[in-house]
Each structure stands twice: as structure tokens, then as C-alpha cells.
């Protein structure tokens, strides 16, 4: 009888810790959220670079993501998700953008339109134009295309500092290793709070001033460089999530923070980091005379039930085929 009451309660425990070990894998999972990071566009295929791609590769982008299921996050959904105040979607995903070129409005902003994609646009302050801009070459934002894009829904303004990206090497990597928000050789943490901090409240201001976006809980490092003095000013000015550019899945498990990033170029498969759905519709276009000419029952019975009078385009499950 003892033996059996031993058994019994190892089964137990040992039970309890096959749950336990299912419901954190669930954890862990639901924990996971892609991130992309593009940064300019052009429709000039000779004008592509580890930078830039083109108009048509993003919209594949897009439409994959639309095709599949996918779910487009912004920060103020990331941080309701790690409250527990909302629900992970089935196949997240988080669209970023850095630096706020004008392709940016030009073409990706009608691209997300047309798909319901939304993304976050990192600004580099100084960057953005003045509204009464007349360059005929410009190649960043005026702040009238980043207010309607923030005010469409589809678009979040986040910051990329106003001016901390080198400018003393021409935006280029320093020599020195010492980049964007890095701490300066021999700069006390006083100093390093003023410089920087000033900077990021300039970056904050000039979005909060020139759009209708009322805070800023975004932050891209710049060159994906990082320092630990750095996130006590992000707290102070109500920045929730930063990304970084090293390349990896992204867990809010442990946090908002320090998020990884895939580079998007012309030569990334974007199905190696987002796995297709099996279940993903797609749309045909049925006609009157069409059931009798379809073979596959499944498909014809659904054809048969959204039956048009005339020319029409509609859903058909992809497992149905």
C-alpha cells in the first residue's frame, strides 16, 4: 500500500511538471514577436543598396503578410501585451522603419494603406523638413507627411535621436567605435545626461509639436549601439520600447527593451523568418458558369454559396485546394 501511494504521488508531480513545461513553452511562445526593420525605398531598381530596396519588393512584403495572417503591431500594442491588458495575436508581427526618408511617404505609406499593414517610424529630428520645403531633391520627411501618416492610424512616430548619429564622420560609423548614444572617452555621467538627454527631448518635442501624436514610446538606437546610461533617460521620457539591429526573434517576456531586429534587404526571404500559413485564403474570381466547370467538391460547393450574378472576387480557404 505504501509503494502505491509513493507511485501515486510521483505520478503526480510528475504530471504537474509535464503541464507545467507545456503551459511555459505556451508562455515563451506567446512571448515572440518578429521584428522588421527597413529604411529607405525606391522604385529605381540600379538604386538599391544594403539600405534601400524597392517599392515592388516591399509591397510583397506586405501583401505576404496580409496573405498569411499576420498581425501588425505598434508600441502601444506591445505594451499592453506584456501588461496582460490584450491578448498576443496568433502571428504578430512589427513593422520598423529608421531614419524618415520621404520614400517612406511616397511609397510605403500607400502600400500600407492599401494592405492594413502598420509600422513605426523611427525620426532623426534634424532630418525632417519644414513644411514650406521647395527642395526638389529632398530626400527625408517634412513634418505635414509624418502628421498624416501618424494621423491615418497606420503610422507611429518613434525617435531616432534629433542629431546623434555621427555627424562628425558624416553619419558614417566613427573610427573610434564610440557611436550614436555611446558615452563619450572620459565624459562623466552629468555630461552624458545633458547631451544626450537633451537630444532626446528634442527629438520628443519636435514630434509632439508638429503632429497630433501626443507621446513618443518608441526609440531605434542608432547603428543598433547601445549604453547602459542610456535607458534611465529613455524611462524619464516615456519611451517603453527600444530596438537594437542584431538580428533575432524578439521575446517581451523579459521585457520591451534592447529589442532585436531582422535588416530586411533585397536578398532577405522573408518566409525564413515569417512561416507562410497553411491555412491562408485566397481569392479567385468566380463567374456564373463556373460551378459545373470545377472539379474539386469543396471548392464548388463554396463557389455554388457566394454564387454572383455577375463577375465577382471572393475567399476560398487554401487547405480547400
Given at each position: 500500500m505504501k509503494k502505491f501511494w509513493q507511485r501515486l504521488v510521483l505520478f503526480g508531480l510528475t504530471g504537474a511538471f509535464f503541464v507545467s513545461?507545456?503551459?511555459?513553452?505556451?508562455?515563451?511562445?506567446?512571448?515572440?514577436?518578429?521584428?522588421?526593420?527597413?529604411?529607405n525605398l525606391t522604385n529605381d531598381p540600379s538604386a538599391v543598396t544594403s539600405m534601400t530596396i524597392t517599392g515592388e519588393r516591399f509591397q510583397e512584403d506586405m501583401e505576404y503578410l496580409e496573405y498569411?495572417?499576420?498581425t501588425p503591431l505598434l508600441s502601444s500594442d506591445l505594451i499592453d501585451i506584456r501588461a496582460g491588458k490584450e491578448a498576443m495575436p496568433e502571428r504578430p508581427v512589427m513593422i520598423t522603419f529608421d531614419d524618415g526618408y520621404r520614400s517612406n511617404y511616397?511609397?510605403?505609406?500607400?502600400?500600407?494603406?492599401k494592405t492594413g499593414m502598420k509600422a513605426v517610424i523611427a525620426l532623426i529630428g534634424k532630418s525632417i523638413r519644414a513644411n514650406d520645403n521647395t527642395e526638389a531633391n529632398r530626400f527625408?520627411?517634412?513634418?505635414?507627411?509624418?502628421?498624416?501618416?501618424?494621423?491615418?492610424?497606420?503610422?507611429?512616430?518613434g525617435s531616432h535621436t534629433y542629431n546623434l548619429h555621427n555627424p562628425q564622420y558624416g553619419g558614417l560609423t566613427a573610427p573610434d567605435g564610440i557611436n550614436g548614444i555611446q558615452r563619450l572617452k572620459g565624459e562623466s555621467q552629468t555630461a552624458y545626461n545633458k547631451r544626450v538627454g537633451e537630444d532626446l527631448k528634442q527629438s520628443i518635442d519636435l514630434i509632439t509639436q508638429n503632429t497630433s501624436q501626443k507621446n513618443?514610446?518608441?526609440?531605434?538606437?542608432?547603428?543598433?549601439?547601445?549604453?547602459?546610461?542610456?535607458?534611465?533617460?529613455?524611462?524619464?521620457?516615456?519611451i517603453q520600447v527600444s530596438v537594437l539591429t542584431n538580428t533575432e526573434t524578439a521575446s517581451i517576456r523579459r521585457g520591451l527593451t534592447d529589442l532585436p531586429r531582422y535588416r530586411i534587404t533585397?536578398?532577405?526571404?522573408?518566409?525564413?523568418?515569417?512561416?507562410?500559413?497553411?491555412?491562408?485564403?485566397?481569392?479567385?474570381?468566380?463567374?456564373?458558369?463556373?460551378?459545373?466547370?470545377?472539379?474539386?467538391?469543396?471548392?464548388?460547393?463554396?463557389?455554388?454559396?457566394?454564387?454572383?450574378a455577375q463577375e465577382r472576387t471572393i475567399k476560398i480557404p487554401k487547405s480547400y485546394t
Open positions: 513545461c507545456i503551459s511555459c513553452s505556451a508562455a515563451n511562445t506567446a512571448s515572440k514577436v518578429p521584428i522588421l526593420m527597413y529604411h498569411n495572417g499576420y511616397d511609397i510605403a505609406y500607400p502600400i500600407l494603406q527625408f520627411l517634412k513634418w505635414d507627411e509624418a502628421a498624416e501618416m501618424a494621423d491615418s492610424g497606420l503610422v507611429e512616430l513618443v514610446l518608441f526609440f531605434a538606437y542608432p547603428f543598433g549601439a547601445r549604453d547602459a546610461w542610456m535607458q534611465p533617460l529613455l524611462q524619464k521620457n516615456g533585397m536578398d532577405t526571404k522573408l518566409s525564413d523568418i515569417l512561416p507562410a500559413n497553411p491555412n491562408a485564403s485566397h481569392d479567385i474570381t468566380v463567374r456564373a458558369h463556373m460551378p459545373t466547370m470545377i472539379k474539386n467538391e469543396k471548392i464548388r460547393q463554396e463557389v455554388a454559396r457566394h454564387l454572383p
